[in-house]
């Protein structure tokens, strides 16, 4: 045998042995009480040829607009500033309209919006024909507590089980001290987009894991009430909604696992692991994209480091520098 040879087939044999060990390598085990954060993106809801050959028709809100926006309750007023500086700057007249993340993929259903935005990650059913999703960060959803109760951090299988009923004293919280033994924990709930993922999923996969001693409301302001005013009680909610509302003097959120929801670096990295996903969207259609869609959409984009820090959002730069997966502008997977 040649040098050669014999140096060709000693590198083969180490690219082998290295190949079979990756393969080898244990596969993460999926957490059975955690849901997706992220629907498939290559994934379509299937909808009628006469839909998608209908075009973009605006309703009465944005009659006269070269372009159309409806957003969420938490996007609006974030990237609002950002639209009326791209609107002055290029002489346009934008029509905005405020809305809940169903009203907002309404719009995007009745096709009477050119960009539309939400809080939560899309669901299979938000996946409509040349729609696509523009990810600008995610939020951490925080674990609220009424301001008077001393416990300030959790672990997440505490959590689940406070949640599940299974923990039914704060008293038996971990590390807890200050909390009278009769103090029960009270679990408020809001199970708000069901069919998408992410949010409050990535605490309990489903509404069926939850116990049945719980207090449920509909509105991101009944939560707060509600944590507020019930001794014992945990929701949760966003830390910009929690201050907007004024009840950072009222509730007080939790660590979780040692880790501050506030802090946006330790979000970006993984380590913070419920949140919320905010995305925009546009049109990919001849004859219905836009292209000062397109450009007003790659403006805020580009514009995200101006989105005031009350709105705690770890933008998509500081995403893609931990690892976190992208399919072209859309946030698929975790670090």
């Known amino acids: 045998?040649?040098?050669?040879?014999?140096?060709?087939?000693?590198?083969?044999?180490?690219?082998?042995?290295?190949?079979?060990?990756?393969?080898?390598q244990p596969v993460k085990a999926k957490d059975p009480l955690r849901g997706e954060a992220?629907?498939?993106?290559?994934?379509?809801?299937?909808?009628?040829?006469?839909?998608?050959k209908q075009p973009i028709r605006y309703e009465q809100w944005a009659e006269g607009a070269d372009l159309a926006v409806a957003l969420d309750q938490q996007l609006y007023p974030a990237i609002l500033p950002l639209i009326r500086?791209?609107?002055?700057?290029?002489?346009?007249?934008?029509?905005?309209v405020e809305g809940t993340c169903g009203t907002v993929a309404g719009a995007a259903m009745r096709?009477?919006?050119d960009i539309t935005g939400m809080c939560c990650a899309p669901g299979e059913n938000d996946r409509l024909p040349n729609l696509k999703y523009h990810t600008l960060g995610i939020s951490s959803v925080a674990l609220l507590v009424n301001k008077d109760?001393?416990?300030?951090?959790?672990?997440?299988?505490?959590?689940?089980?406070?949640?599940?009923?299974?923990?039914?004293?704060?008293?038996?919280?971990?590390?807890?001290?200050?909390?009278?033994?009769?103090?029960?924990?009270?679990?408020?709930?809001?199970?708000?987009?069901?069919t998408r993922p992410g949010h409050w999923c990535l605490l309990l996969a489903n509404e069926d894991l939850f116990g049945h001693r719980l207090t449920e409301v509909g509105t991101i302001a009944d939560?707060?009430?509600?944590?507020?005013?019930?001794?014992?009680?945990?929701?949760?909610?966003?830390?910009?909604?929690?201050?907007?509302?004024?009840?950072?003097?009222?509730?007080?959120?939790?660590?979780l696992d040692g880790v501050d929801p506030a802090d946006n670096d330790k979000?970006?990295?993984?380590?913070?692991?419920?949140?919320?996903?905010?995305?925009?969207?546009?049109?990919?259609?001849?004859?219905?994209s836009k292209p000062q869609a397109d450009k007003l959409v790659q403006?805020?984009?580009?514009?995200?480091?101006?989105?005031?820090k009350s709105y705690y959002l770890a933008p998509v730069d500081q995403l893609k520098k931990y690892g976190w997966k992208f399919h072209e502008n859309e946030l698929v997977g975790e670090p």
Request: aromatic share 10%; with cysteine; net charge positive.
């Open 1 to 24: 045998m040649s040098y050669k040879v014999g140096i060709y087939l000693f590198l083969m044999m180490l690219f082998i042995t290295a190949a079979s060990a990756e393969m080898k």
């Open 38 to 52: 992220f629907s498939d993106p290559k994934k379509t809801f299937p909808m009628p040829d006469e839909w998608v």
């Open 85 to 96: 500086q791209y609107e002055k700057q290029n002489k346009l007249k934008i029509a905005v």
């Open 111 to 113: 096709k009477n919006a």
């Open 149 to 194: 109760n001393p416990v300030n951090n959790v672990s997440l299988d505490e959590a689940r089980r406070a949640f599940m009923g299974k923990l039914r004293k704060w008293s038996d919280i971990k590390g807890a001290s200050g909390v009278k033994d009769d103090m029960l924990i009270k679990p408020v709930v809001r199970l708000h987009c069901k």
């Open 223 to 255: 939560m707060l009430a509600s944590v507020a005013s019930l001794k014992g009680a945990v929701g949760y909610e966003t830390l910009w909604h929690m201050e907007n509302l004024k009840y950072a003097d009222k509730v007080k959120p939790l660590k």
């Open 267 to 288: 979000l970006a990295r993984g380590m913070y692991t419920i949140y919320r996903t905010f995305s925009i969207t546009t049109w990919d259609q001849p004859g219905m």
């Open 299 to 308: 403006y805020i984009l580009q514009n995200l480091n101006a989105v005031d």
